[in-house]
């Protein structure tokens, strides 16, 4: 049995982090404080006279003040600080009561820790400057000031500057409010169902490697292959030169892993850490996943460690066994995480293609962050950029006779060039709608571009996305295409990848004289078809066949639907299960039959030329008679017993109606060969077997043992027998 996870605990770093944030606080203000101290009996100059002259005096007078400023500036910065620290938990705490639905929001104030500290700090700052110098008596700069003097002096610049920043820094609060609702809204509509998807694979992973792990131990023997491709970074079976260097110290008796695991030690007790600990589970799931063959191998050691031997699947009671009964609940939503097409097991070659999809989408989800990233921040710095200048303008239109003199004539510039970059502006305002607010795709996804004037849309994958443009990847033909963000917002986007499962339909013309017999034996091979154990893991069950169409009552239009266990992203995969079902669907028509409209092809007709010979009557009636029978015989519900079946049937015909019969046997026998090799499918070892085989990934490269379990089942669930 596994042992349990241990618990974490951040009691210790919490505190580490607090005894760090309160030694700077302290340090800064008590080294602001002292000067006050010193200072504090200058703080008016009518006390008792000393030896000092005027100007030192006044000097200290100044010193105390400007001290004093900054220590109540510093004290207003820490408290603006600690209340945006506790705001998130402060609002956690209210909206469990007042509405709870709105607790999920409280992680947006902790990037709003910096704003509202800026904030705080930058009113009172203004504030304290005007009381304790501008506007103070007692300071003897002051003295001399007279209430109609038009002369500004330092400080009064200086308050002007003050009262400038802080309406800045209220427009940049404001600034990255708009910032975080569009990343809250960005990641809702983005990738939240990947990233939570990806990490639930991930800690699955985790466990069920170091559950393999405590099975069979690492380079014991039955995984040595798949153990020196999970620890190669590259994936490779032959180790890379950074590989030999590492052995090479090993038989010097240097383990790098064991020497790197030392500092991480050092840094951190928490077991579960991954920081530098790059034999840590953690850090060989998120390495192995970079590559696919890397991710294939530990499929396999992972798939038959757990499974029982002679088994070919993997079951949630397998990984239950292995955990143990107080995990139970825990190896059901493992299972539950890995089994997507919901088929009760899992398969070898299956288990194989979710752990290479899991690294593409951790690839994707990644890249896209990046490009997410570009994407904020240049529009950021935009909004920064804009907000600096007009605070620079104002400040030059206050202090800068110049600039106020030609003011009348900057404004007239301005708008000439608002008419000259408007449609830059506009083509910028459109993209940082498109991309924030509609955001119809993602980095990675697979999407139909619909021309205005077209009716056959362009599957594309999106590549790299910008605030002005989107690069896309052509599925046909695999060229990059680049289109203006302003474009495609007048396009209809159909998204293949958020679209979930996948539904498939066709229509097929027959002829209108089809018995409605026919129809329903077609929909019941059809049923079966898909319900059949081994089309179970590429379909689902439910089948849509009905008439749509009577078409001048010539033919029929017969419209057939079904669902694929998959997402339509996967092109190869999709192609192959849409050709599997297209090869039974062509079987299933021939073996009716089911005609064209019109029927079969009629003598005289190009490729059936007509001949004319005179026969007598009884001929004519006994080639009548043949004809019909052997054109019953080949329908599904032929009634009556074959010629070679019949009692009063000539040896010499019964002869020749058997070797007929072995012919038809064989040709049928080559044609359902032909099906299976067309449709990707591996011919059945055993007739009887009732799991099937998904088409998904191919795996013989891989799977170079038999792909069966390795694991002795125990007698009871408490304990696991190791093999």
Known sequence: MIPPPTAVSHRKRIGSWALSYITGVVLVGVALLIPVILFQKDSNLEGEEDDLTVEQRQYKNLVYYLFLWLFISWLALVFSDIFALFLPYLFRFIARYVNPAHRKYWRMFRNLRLPIAMVGGTVVCFVSFAVLINENDLLAVNSGKEEDDE????????????????????????ERIGIIYICTHYHYRCDRHKIEHSKDMHNALITLYEASLYLHRENSGPFDTEDRIIRNAKGDEVASGRVRASTYLARLGIDTYKMTTIFGNFMGEDPNSHWMRPAASYAIIERVLVNPTAAAALAKRIWASFVVSGSECL????????????????????????DENECGNIRLEEFVMTLVEAGKIRHDIYQNMDNFNHLINTFDWVCLFILAVVMIFFILVLYVPTIKAIQQTLSFVAIGLSFAVGRTFNHLLVGVVFVFFDHPFDVGDRVEVWNQASSIPTALIVKRQSLL??????????????????????????????????????????????????????????????SAPENSRDYMPGLGLNIVSLHELNKLEVRISIAHKSNWSNDKLRAARSNKFYCALLAILRKIPINKPGGTTSIGEEGRPMFTVNIDDESAQKKMKTA???????????????????????????????????????????????RTKLARMPPPMKPARSDGVSTALEVDHVVSMSTTGMRTKSNSTVETTLA
């Not at 500004?152 to 308050?159: A, K, L, M, R």
């Open 151 to 174: 002369e500004e002096g330092w400080d009064d610049v200086i308050v002007t500057i003050l009262g400038q920043v802080m309406f800045w820094v209220a427009f940049y609060l404001v």
């Open 315 to 338: 079951t949630a009671e397998d990984i239950a066994e292995v955990l143990g009964p107080y995990r139970r609940e825990e190896a059901t939503q493992i299972f539950k995480v890995l």
């Open 469 to 530: 443009y989107t690069i896309f990847q052509r599925a046909d033909n695999g060229t990059d295409v680049q289109i203006s963000n302003e474009r495609l917002a007048q396009k209809r986007i159909e998204n293949i990848t958020r679209s979930g499962i996948n539904r498939q339909a066709l229509s097929i013309f027959i002829d209108f004289k089809t018995q409605f017999e026919d129809i329903v034996y077609l929909r019941q091979e059809l049923e079966e078809f898909l």
């Open 628 to 674: 019909a029978a052997t054109k019953l015989a080949a329908r599904y519900d032929n009634p009556e017993p074959a010629e070679a079946d019949k009692e009063d049937v000539d040896p010499e015909e019964r002869k020749k109606a058997a070797e007929a019969k072995a012919k038809a046997d064989a040709a049928k026998e080559a044609e359902r060969v032909a």
